[in-house]
């Protein structure tokens, strides 16, 4: 039968045996980025065989998947068939009950109905055509039983490939994750970002220095958390100078100077003066830039628009 033949070669497929050798533990320990990467992209083909093992296979699966939906269709039909069947079955116990052959009765009522049906073909009580009727009545039922039964096996194999198959994905992309976040430490420790050390005098600008990488809050200034204005207040407060905690404001209680005239620790007003940061000499300034970052060294025409310069 051609749902037997394709459970059987379903169960018996194995799965995956180019990629299961594959699934080696290794460690990033004392690994260079580039030999982190490599394995990231060995595990990328790893989770590529798994996927085309899975696609030889769909042929065998959509088989067994139509094989499923026919049964399915089929199985109204034969549950009624086999209803009637078991009709049938209850009429000739009941006539043989009447008839007294109530051993006939005791085998209905003891053991499997199908059981009883096969001793009851070659009762002498029945005639031929009370024979043949009833195996068609049991072949009914058979039917339905086997059917069931089919259904059951091929749903099971198809389950097993696909969590197999997906169990073994899930592995590797977990192996992946892992690697990339070794990947990000090695790559980190190999590329350092630049390490800022402010060496002059300006105590404004070394106020600032201290700040870097402390993170944005919108009205605080210090000493932990920063905005804009907060931060220059404080660093020009650590030198000395009072200004308020508004870049307007601070607009206001500066000198005006051009751009060729910046000194460290002049203030650079941006955006309408909704922003302000601090030059500290190379064409870059140090600022608080917004809540989604924090305190960081960037170029002064990092990308907002400047109003214009103060010297407090």
Not at 62 to 76: G, T, V, Y
Not at 209 to 233: H, K, M, R
Request: hydrophobic share 40%; charged share 25%; net charge negative.
């Amino acid at each position: 039968m051609r749902t037997r033949r394709i459970a059987a070669a379903v169960a018996a497929a194995a799965l995956l045996p180019a990629s299961a050798a594959l699934f080696t533990t290794s460690s990033a320990n004392a690994q260079t980025s580039e030999e982190i990467q490599a394995e990231i992209d060995q595990r990328h083909e790893d989770l590529e065989k798994v996927i085309e093992d899975y696609n030889a296979k769909r042929e065998e699966l959509d088989d067994a998947k139509e094989l499923i939906a026919e049964i399915e269709a089929q199985l109204p039909a034969l549950e009624a068939e086999a209803a009637a069947a078991n009709e049938a079955l209850a009429e000739y116990a009941a006539t043989a009950y009447a008839g007294g052959d109530f051993a006939m009765v005791n085998s209905v009522l003891d053991g499997d109905p199908g059981d009883f049906a096969d001793r009851l073909m070659y009762l002498d009580s029945l005639s031929s055509a009370e024979q043949k009727s009833l195996q068609a009545s049991i072949a009914q039922v058979e039917e339905l039983q086997t059917r069931h039964e089919e259904l059951e096996a091929l749903q099971a194999d198809a389950d097993e490939i696909l969590g197999d198959i997906e169990k073994q994905q899930e592995e590797i992309e977990a192996e992946i994750d892992d690697l990339e976040s070794d990947y990000e430490d090695a790559y980190e420790e190999e590329n350092p970002g630049p390490v800022y050390d402010y060496e002059g005098s300006n105590a404004a600008v070394a106020f600032a220095f201290e700040q870097l990488g402390e993170p944005y809050v919108y009205g605080e200034a210090g000493p932990d958390e920063w905005d804009c204005s907060g931060l220059t207040q404080q660093a020009w407060a650590a030198a000395g100078r009072s200004l308020s905690h508004n870049a307007a404001m601070q607009w206001d209680e500066t000198a005006r100077i051009s751009r060729d005239e910046l000194q460290e620790g002049d203030l650079v007003f941006y955006n309408d003066l909704a922003h302000v940061g601090m030059y500290i000499g190379g064409g870059e300034i140090i600022h608080a830039p917004n809540s989604t970052t924090v305190v960081k060294i960037v170029d002064i025409d990092y990308g907002g628009s400047i109003v214009g310069y103060g010297r407090p």
